[in-house]
Nanobody, 119 residues
Framework: QVQLVESGGGLVQPGGSLRLSCAASGSISSINDMRWYRQAPGPQRELVATIGRSGITNYVDSVKGRFTISRDNAKNTVYLQMVSLKPEDTAVYYC?????????????WGQGTQVTVSS
């Protein structure tokens, strides 16, 4: 079994900062890309940031310069540092990862953590 567990969400004022963490646990051989998605009220989930195993990153335009994705391969953990937060960043943030186990590459999701930006 593989689990992704997010933490670090909460309520913050506009202009504030939060750091999200997502730890993968279970029978893991290795992890390829790790991602953060977010979903505001509504059906669409948005890809916010991606980091490859080598550390190459990509961001959606709306968070460039404000969010930083990083990872610790030894801990199977991905982070999302968010600064200069705006009300429009309010959403449930989900961790996602491509994980090798039993010689198979499979995609996994975390349960989500709420981020609310409000005064």
């Amino acid at each position: 079994q593989v689990q992704l567990v997010e933490s670090g969400g909460g309520l913050v004022q506009p202009g504030g900062s939060l750091r999200l963490s997502c730890a993968a646990s279970g029978s893991i051989s290795s992890i390829n890309d790790m991602r953060w998605y977010r979903q505001a009220p509504g059906p669409q989930r948005e890809l916010v940031a991606t980091i490859g195993r080598s550390g190459i990153t990509n961001y959606v335009d709306s968070v460039k310069g404000r969010f930083t994705i990083s990872r610790d391969n030894a801990k199977n953990t991905v982070y999302l540092q968010m600064v200069s937060l705006k009300p429009e960043d309010t959403a449930v943030y989900y961790c996602n990862a491509d994980i090798y186990r039993n010689n198979r590459l499979m995609n996994y999701w975390g349960q989500g953590t709420q981020v609310t930006v409000s005064s």
